[in-house]
Nanobody
Framework: QVQLEESGGGLVQAGGFLRLSCLASGRLFGIHTMDWYRQAPGNERELVARITSGGDTIYADSVKGRFTISRDNAKNTLYLQMNDLKPEDTAIYLC???????????WGQGTQVTVSS
């Protein structure tokens, strides 16, 4: 089992920044990916950024150049640095952990990000 707890969301003006954190606990061993997804009202959940256990990263086109995903393995924490925020970034941001050996995926509860224009 893996438990994920997000923090760092809030209300910010357009052009501002936030840093989200996701504290992971439990069985974190093995090849895996850790992701940030987001879901806005009426929209499907979408992948924002991913980092593999080897450190490779991918980003949605809409956030490239503005968001940075990183991890601190010593603290079992995943981060998402979000700069130059736009109103369309408003959503609930969720942390996701996927373990390849078992095919199991785990979700956090999410943290709300609201960007005002």
């Amino acid at each position: 089992q893996v438990q994920l707890e997000e923090s760092g969301g809030g209300l910010v003006q357009a052009g501002g920044f936030l840093r989200l954190s996701c504290l992971a606990s439990g069985r974190l061993f093995g090849i895996h990916t850790m992701d940030w997804y987001r879901q806005a009202p009426g929209n499907e959940r979408e992948l924002v950024a991913r980092i593999t256990s080897g450190g490779d990263t991918i980003y949605a086109d809409s956030v490239k150049g503005r968001f940075t995903i990183s991890r601190d393995n010593a603290k079992n924490t995943l981060y998402l640095q979000m700069n130059d925020l736009k109103p369309e970034d408003t959503a609930i941001y969720l942390c996701h952990f996927y373990l390849y050996s078992s095919g199991a995926g785990y979700w956090g509860q999410g943290t709300q990000v609201t960007v005002s224009s």
